[in-house]
């Protein structure tokens, strides 16, 4: 089975303070690794994979598997960063697609 | 250019009632998701189709049942609604044929109350 935690479901900050959104995950496989992004009442959109190892927006995730986490992180935090953050551990079907299962989300806060 | 476009966005019915959500991507992709996400914010997954074919059944009631009529539409259909199934409903796409890399895209979402 395959299991994603987010342990904060709040996490507050100020403008220019370092931000870390913790993701661990528990899967039998050789893992895939995703951080999405919903700004208020709008769509999931994708912010990192951890196949490509690219930084969007400031932010960067490392795949650890000895502790299981891909958390992401963020040097200094802006006040468009505000937004729910969900990790997704993603498992392929042979009979094609994917089978993303989400954590329970960080609601990260930016505060001025 | 709109790449998963999902209709109605919002949908505000009585119990009891059928209503379907329809869905359509222009990415010319092989897969298409139905995701829901509660009240408490917790996203699952409900079903996926593969070249119109159903690839992933999770658990979910017989009073929802998805329609693939070409793979470029995954259309969801809810009989006899009940209050529980408000909540949002996100249709995805993926490339969906090789393991490795797979992003998947979200429409908007269609966010359905159920009184």
């Known amino acids: 089975a395959q299991r994603v935690t987010q342990p904060e479901k709040l996490l507050s900050v100020f403008k220019g303070a370092p931000v870390e959104l913790k993701c661990n995950y528990s899967y039998s496989g050789s893992p895939e690794l995703f951080w999405y992004v919903q700004y208020s009442r709008q769509r999931l959109q994708l912010l990192l994979r951890?196949?490509s190892r690219e930084s969007i927006k400031g932010f960067t995730a490392d795949l650890n598997k000895g502790e299981t986490s891909f958390h992401l992180k963020k040097p200094f935090a802006q006040e468009e960063d505000s937004a729910m953050y969900y990790c997704?551990?993603?498992?392929?079907?042979?009979?094609?697609?994917?089978?993303?299962?989400f954590g329970t989300g960080t609601q990260l806060k930016v505060e001025l | 250019d709109t790449a998963v476009s999902q209709t109605p966005k919002y949908l505000v019915t009585q119990m009891g009632n059928d209503k379907s959500i329809k869905c359509e991507q222009n990415?010319?992709?092989?897969?298409m998701y139905w995701y829901k996400q509660d009240s408490k914010k917790f996203l699952k997954i409900m079903f996926s189709y593969n070249n119109k074919e159903l690839i992933i059944n999770e658990t979910v009631p017989n009073r929802f049942s998805p329609k693939s009529p070409d793979k470029a539409h995954l259309n969801l259909h809810i009989n006899s609604l009940e209050l529980g199934d408000s909540a949002v409903y996100f249709c995805a796409s993926s490339q969906g044929t090789f393991r490795g890399g797979n992003t998947i895209y979200f429409g908007e979402g269609s966010w359905l109350t159920v009184v």
């Open positions: 951890h196949i």
């Open positions: 997704a551990l993603s498992r392929f079907f042979t009979g094609g697609g994917n089978k993303l299962t």
């Open positions: 990415l010319g992709h092989d897969t």
